[in-house]
């Protein structure tokens, strides 16, 4: 039998280890901009060796788990350090922001491209001539007939980024030093995303029953190196944060308020976490919860609050900067903008499909409130989450990292497919004629496996095996 442990464990690091390399190559290509189609089979195999090894973990012995979780997390964290960001330019924002806040100006009363703070930029925010023949280049006025640029998309509007993150960019500036350029918010990236996978550890062991397995999820997942290191986008703090309410949450009355406040931190750093809250709320219009419901809604509420408001105190313009116009460009008020609620489309008329999403959403919402566990607050939040990403179809992957880091606390490992579809609209879209279809079939596919995951749960449910049981011990190891 330990010869049968020994080839689990071996055949689980063999294709790790495939991973982290073929992963390596996937972040050292520029193919986002020259061969999008070789990038795209990169992130397939990425994902297939992914989902390989998680599966692979299930027989290896309980006591090898956790090491071999946090080292599988480690070496594919390090993988989005090989590269300057490749597939999006956000983390130059990011960079600019904390640049501007160190000079002791607010971050959203001056777009990047004001003349205002001219004597913040450097050549390597802001190239001139030649370098700015290279991708990902917005063209500003220069009053010296050059030609100028930035690195920072967007440059003429001002920033959207709520008071936490711009806080965690304020930080990271304060720790860089002089020209470092991208490497400390890769770096950051990498340590929360490390981070999240101890927390995730540490909370699904409490809760027992060999569920520290399902901490690869995320920790092993392609979407973290990519968009939380290479790309080093803020949403994983918003993950970190939104884990640990819930694993706070999980505490019932005495976590409420911990939680809440926890929560409202991650909705402080990238809104979207907000999704989560009827998750949070779960059950909360049942008798007896009520209060606690309460405690969770103004915690969170206060956290968000007081975090505007030295932003609000400080600012002449509006802090929410972009936010308005940024929903207008990603088309959440015109349907066919950017192939949104693509799913819905196939069956309502344009004008019916922001209606209908908002509906469907309320019901999911009003079910958890009424029906949700909640003791296990994670899964109410992981099926309104999932429900939002497949009615809204967004085409940003990184989006996708607050629902990988629900699926890791729940263990319906079904919802990954929709962090797919994520990834096949924003890059393999890139490589088609028509990118809306492909969006369209890979939300469509998404749609169909969790219905599958959910049929197969409803059967196991009715033979008493919905839930993961500690397994038999094997000769010589500890029960887990």
């Known amino acids: 039998m330990s010869g049968v442990i020994n080839r689990a464990s071996l055949v689980t690091v063999s294709l790790l280890a495939a991973l982290t390399a073929v992963l390596a190559a996937a972040i050292r290509s520029d193919g986002y901009d020259t061969d999008p189609a070789a990038l795209t089979g990169w992130y397939a195999a990425a994902w297939v060796l992914f989902a390989a090894a998680a599966w692979a973990l299930r027989r290896v012995p309980a006591r090898c788990v956790v090491p071999l979780v946090l080292t599988g997390a480690a070496a594919v964290a390090v993988t989005g350090l090989l590269a300057e960001p490749r597939t999006s330019t956000d983390s ?8 501007v806040q160190a000079a002791g100006i607010s971050p959203y009363d001056h777009a990047p491209a004001d003349p205002a703070l001219r004597p913040l930029r450097d050549g390597w925010l802001f190239p001139e001539g030649a ?6 280049r917005a063209r500003i006025p220069a009053d010296t007939g050059a030609v100028a640029c930035t690195r920072i998309n967007r ?28 490497k400390p918010l890769q770096v950051g990236g990498a340590l929360l995303a490390v981070g999240t996978s101890g927390l995730l550890l540490y909370a699904l062991r409490r809760r027992g029953g060999g569920r520290e397995r399902w901490a690869a999820y995320w920790a092993w997942c392609p979407a973290v190196p990519v968009e939380a290191v290479n790309n080093a986008h803020v949403d994983v703090l918003g993950a970190l944060l939104t884990a640990a309410a819930f694993a706070v949450l999980a505490r019932r009355r005495r976590g409420a308020a911990g939680g809440g406040a926890l929560l409202g931190a991650g909705i402080a750093t990238k809104l979207l976490p907000g999704v989560t809250l009827p998750g949070a709320l779960s059950g909360a219009l049942r008798p007896g919860h ?8 103004l915690a969170a509420g ?3 609050g007081l975090g505007y408001l030295p932003y609000v105190l ?6 929410f900067g972009y936010l308005g116009g940024y929903t207008e460009e990603e088309g959440y008020d015109d349907a066919s903008a950017r192939n949104r609620y693509a799913l819905l489309r196939l069956v309502l008329p344009d004008a019916w499909a922001l209606p209908a999403a908002l509906a469907v959403l309320a019901v999911a919402a009003g079910w958890v409130l009424w ?23 967004p085409g940003y992957s990184w989006y996708a990292l607050l629902l990988v880091v629900l699926v890791a606390l729940d263990g319906r490992w079904e919802w990954l497919g929709v962090a797919v579809a994520g990834v096949a609209k924003y890059v393999g879209g890139r490589a088609v004629g028509d990118p ?9 596919v998404a749609a169909a496996l969790v219905a599958v995951g959910w049929l197969v749960r409803q059967r196991r449910a009715g033979l008493g095996q919905n839930e993961p049981r500690p397994r038999a011990a094997h000769p010589g190891e500890q029960p887990p």
């Open 92 to 99: 130059y924002r990011y960079a600019w922001d904390g640049r």
């Open 131 to 136: 370098e700015c023949a290279g991708p990902g």
């Open 155 to 182: 440059p003429s509007v001002h920033t959207i980024y709520p008071p936490v993150a711009e806080g965690y960019f304020l930080l990271v500036h304060e720790l860089s030093p002089p020209g470092a350029r991208h």
């Open 290 to 297: 009520r209060r606690r419901g309460a405690a969770v809604l």
């Open 302 to 304: 206060g956290v968000v």
């Open 314 to 319: 400080v600012s002449r313009s509006s802090v």
């Open 371 to 393: 029906r949700g566990d909640p003791e296990r607050p994670w899964r109410g939040a992981l099926t309104v989450t999932g429900a939002a990403f497949l009615l809204l179809t």
């Open 436 to 444: 809306n279809l492909l969006g369209t079939v890979a939300y469509g």
